[in-house]
């Protein structure tokens, strides 16, 4: 079965401080990956995507994330984290083959909190 | 475009009664699914419409079901409930199952 891990469960940064997200997924075939946060109050939103091609995606608001295939790892980065960045962030993957396209497989959520 | 809408927002039910929750996708998207997000278990896959069938479900209880209008409308339905179902439900569309999913605000289910 698929499944999606995130190493950190809160991560705690000050402004200007560099961020990594780690996540890995456990599937044998091909996927497309993805990250999304949800700030408080709000739905949850796409921040990136990873189909094919170049595996370091960039993404809206300043993060990029690298898919690195013999690692099943896609981590999630940004260079300086903005107080306005406090917000949960959710690893997800679907399976591109083996009938469970349109179920996202999400990872249980790091949440992160910027101190201004 | 208008986003992926959800009504109600919120909703008290008691247990034993059911209760219905309905999606409207972006204008074009053919393809929703359902999620319920908990606390202690996350973001799970209820499960996924095309074009008014089901093309893939996970792992909930017969209790849960759910359905897709010819405009790609969808509603979602829990009978008999539980107090375990108090959880937000989650509604995404997108153009194909492929595709990124695009998520509604969620209906917030509360039940005593």
């Known amino acids: 079965a698929q499944s999606v891990s995130q190493h950190n469960h809160h991560v705690i940064l000050s402004e200007a401080a560099s961020l990594e997200l780690g996540c890995n997924y456990s599937y044998g075939g091909t996927v497309n990956l993805f990250w999304y946060v949800q700030y408080p109050g709000q739905h949850l939103q796409l921040l990136l995507k990873y189909f094919s091609g170049d595996p370091l995606v960039k993404g809206i608001k300043g993060f990029e994330a690298e898919f690195i295939k013999s690692k099943f790892s896609f981590n999630l980065r940004k260079p300086s984290v903005q107080w306005s960045d406090t917000a949960e962030y959710f690893c997800a993957v679907n399976a591109r083959d083996g009938g469970s396209q349109g179920n996202l497989i999400f990872g249980k959520g790091t949440k992160l909190s910027v101190k201004p | 475009k208008a986003g992926v809408t959800q009504t109600p927002r919120y909703l008290i039910k008691t247990r034993g009664q059911q209760v219905t929750l309905s999606c409207s996708p972006i204008s074009g998207h053919r393809s929703v699914s359902w999620y319920q997000q908990t606390p202690g278990q996350g973001l799970q896959f209820l499960f996924e419409?095309?074009?008014?069938?089901?093309?893939n479900k996970g792992n909930f209880p017969g209790r849960f079901s759910g359905r897709q209008f010819s405009n790609s409308r969808s509603e979602m339905n829990v009978s008999t409930l539980e107090l375990g179902d108090s959880a937000l439900y989650l509604c995404?569309?997108?153009?194909?199952?492929?595709?990124?999913?695009?998520f509604g605000p969620g209906t917030r289910l509360t039940v005593l």
């Open positions: 995404a569309s997108s153009l194909s199952s492929l595709n990124e999913q695009f």
């Open positions: 419409y095309f074009s008014e069938t089901q093309r």
